[in-house]
Structures are given as C-alpha cells and as structure tokens.
C-alpha cells in the first residue's frame, strides 16, 4: 500500500519563528489533506490540497503532485501552534485517508 | 459548516463487555463515514469505511467480528467493541465526507472517544 512519511518527527522552536514540514507519499494520490491535531485529539482541518498552493493566515501549503510531495508552511510561530500535524492521502480510486507519521510541534515562548 | 461529533467522549469499560461509539455529521449527509484508531504517540491507522445501507469495508487485519459497525442513516455510523480486552483501549476516532454532488472532497473528523478497558 501507499506509504506516507512526514519529517522532521519532532520540531521545537521559540515563539516567532518559521518552519516548514514535509509530507512525502509514495504512489499518486486524488487528495491531500494537512491537520493539526490539538492536545485534546481533535483534528483540526488546516487544508485541503491534492495540487497547487494556498495560503490561509500564517499558514500555507504547497503540494507537487507530479513529485510526490507536499510542504507546510508555519510563519510566525505561536504557542497555540504547538501539537501534531499530520498529512493525510487518498490513493487513487479511493476515498479512505492514510495518515503519514507526523511531526510534533512544541513552541515555546 | 461540516461538523462531526462523537459520542461518548470517553468510556471506560470492563473487560469482556461490549461498548457503543456514535459519530454523527451534524449539518450534512454522509454516505461514507470512516473509523481510525490511534494509539498513544502514533498515527491515526484506519479501520474500516463504512457505506450508509452495506457493510462495512474493512482494513487488514481488522477483525469485522469484534468491531461490529454500522450506517443505518445519512448522518449516523455506530461502532460497537465487542467484547472488549485491554488491548482494545485506546482513541478512536471517525470521519465523514460530503456527498453532495459538486461539493468539497475533503473529510472531517469527530473529536474523538478515548475508550479504557479495565
């Protein structure tokens, strides 16, 4: 089956800085999907984006289909931003999510 | 818009009893609703999807017969744990996708039910 790997695992940083996460997955995919998931567990919807870029707020996500990848963007980091983010697929023909590993977030202030 | 909720939010159990998980799409219809499981520090593994009036597809070695799951309407899946061990504890959350015609293809996701079993 599909793979779907985030890096880095795990990201600290003060409280104003910029960071980028990864999501790689390893066969085409019909959706993509970026989430935060908040300390309580809630998945929270950051974006939907199977292709092309799009920015909302402080955040924005790119994703190159054709490469198999996608990136999210954190600028001015907050403490509220702290948890795990995850990236999430659909194989082609599908509608199930995979999840990737995920990258935990700590912001410190 | 596209809210799903879940309940219980928490439950803990005794071993050997079975226990029911409601997910629920609030304000739109769902034909497909799906069911994850999230160990502590890990990712999110999926379980089954499951189809408004069918059966519910489920993942590899998920056992069909301990996780019995049911989508008797538009804007409710049941997931009931049968006869629940210790090994069952764990998160457990579901999703739903829109399935108006034209509409977004993305799924939302319920707050979760941590289940413990005692």
């Known amino acids: 089956g599909i793979q779907v790997e985030q890096s880095p695992p795990d990201l600290i940083l003060q409280e104003g800085a910029n960071s980028t996460l990864r999501c790689n997955f390893s066969?085409?995919?019909?959706?993509l999907q970026w989430f935060h998931q908040n300390p309580w567990g809630q998945l929270i919807n950051l974006f939907y984006i199977p292709s092309g870029t799009k920015q909302n707020g402080r955040l924005s996500a790119t994703t190159v289909a054709t490469e198999r990848y996608s990136l999210l963007y954190i600028s001015s980091s907050q403490t509220t931003d702290s948890g795990v983010y995850f990236c999430?697929?659909?194989?082609?023909?599908?509608?199930?999510?995979?999840f990737g590993t995920g990258t935990r977030l700590q912001v410190f202030p | 818009g596209a809210v799903v909720s879940q309940h219980p939010s928490r439950v803990i159990c005794k071993s050997g009893t079975s226990v029911k998980i409601e997910c629920r799409s609030l304000?739109?219809?769902?034909?497909?609703m799906f069911w994850y499981r999230q160990f502590p520090k890990q990712s999110l593994m999926l379980m089954a999807t499951?189809?408004?009036?069918?059966?519910?597809?489920?993942e590899q070695g998920v056992e069909k017969d301990k996780f019995l799951i049911n989508h008797a309407s538009l804007t409710l899946s049941t997931l009931t744990v049968t006869s629940a061990h210790p090994e069952d504890s764990s998160f457990y959350i579901c999703s739903a996708k829109n399935t108006v015609a034209g509409g977004p293809h993305e799924q939302y996701f319920g707050p979760g039910t941590r289940l413990t079993v005692t």
């Open positions: 066969d085409s995919v019909n959706n």
């Open positions: 999430a697929v659909s194989p082609y023909n599908t509608d199930k999510l995979i």
């Open positions: 499951s189809n408004e009036g069918s059966k519910a597809t489920y």
């Open positions: 304000d739109f219809q769902a034909t497909t």
